[in-house]
């Protein structure tokens, strides 16, 4: 079973940039298309990033250009840099494969003021 522990969250004001970490241990992290997902207040949880094995990303288009998802296979890790932040993007910031194959984390909160 892995274990995901998401940290890199903050509060910023609009423009602004952060960088997300998602550390995993144990179960086939390496095999696994990995994403970051976000749930707003009183809205359903979306994936807006995925990276496959291979590196090949996908977007949702509220972030397309802005955010970009890396992993490092040797550090068990998938990162989301997040540049020029809107209130649009307060949310709870989680990683999990995709499709979700594991137990949520408890997630990082961002929180973006104008």
């Known amino acids: 079973q892995v274990q995901l522990v998401e940290s890199g969250g903050g509060s910023v004001q609009a423009g602004g940039s952060l960088r997300l970490s998602c550390a995993a241990s144990?179960?086939?992290?390496?095999?696994?298309?990995m994403g970051w997902y976000r749930q707003a207040p009183g809205k359903q949880r979306e994936l807006v990033a995925r990276?496959?094995?291979?590196?090949?990303?996908t977007y949702a288009d509220s972030v397309k250009g802005r955010f970009a998802i890396s992993r490092d296979a040797a550090k068990i890790t998938v990162y989301l840099q997040m540049n020029s932040l809107t209130p649009e993007d307060t949310a709870i910031y989680y990683c999990?494969?995709?499709?979700?194959?594991?137990?949520w984390g408890q997630g990082t909160q961002v929180t973006v003021s104008s």
């Open positions: 990276i496959t094995t291979r590196g090949s990303t």
């Open positions: 999990n494969s995709d499709p979700t194959f594991w137990a």
């Open positions: 144990g179960g086939i992290f390496s095999l696994a298309t």
